[in-house]
């Protein structure tokens, strides 16, 4: 078994910045891809940030430029640094991560409890 545990959500004001990290523990053998996505009541979950193992990133457009992700291979923990918010990114915030638990084994994608974000304006 694998679990995510996310941390650093909270109430902020417009403007202001957060940062939500994620730690996998369990049986890992690696870790691939590390994501953050976001939710909304009545609304799809979507993909907010994206981190491959070698440190390439993907960002959603409405948070390009003022969120960055990175990650420690060693600790097997992916951050979200969430700068200049707005009330719009108000959501739950789930960790994602491609996680190997044997070296012949698949992959699998495993999520954390998710962790509130609200964004006052």
């Known amino acids: 078994q694998v679990q995510l545990v996310e941390s650093g959500g909270g109430l902020v004001q417009a403007g202001g910045s957060l940062r939500l990290s994620c730690a996998a523990s369990g049986s890992i053998f690696s870790i691939g891809a590390m994501g953050w996505y976001r939710q909304v009541p009545g609304k799809q979950r979507e993909l907010v940030a994206a981190?491959?193992?070698?440190?390439?990133?993907n960002f959603a457009d409405s948070v390009n430029g003022r969120f960055t992700i990175s990650r420690d291979n060693a600790k097997n923990t992916v951050f979200l640094q969430m700068n200049s918010l707005k009330p719009e990114d108000t959501a739950v915030y789930y960790c994602n991560a491609a996680v190997r638990s044997t070296a012949w084994g698949l992959s699998h994608a495993y999520w954390g409890q998710g962790t509130q974000v609200t964004v006052s304006s």
């Open positions: 981190i491959t193992t070698d440190g390439s990133t």
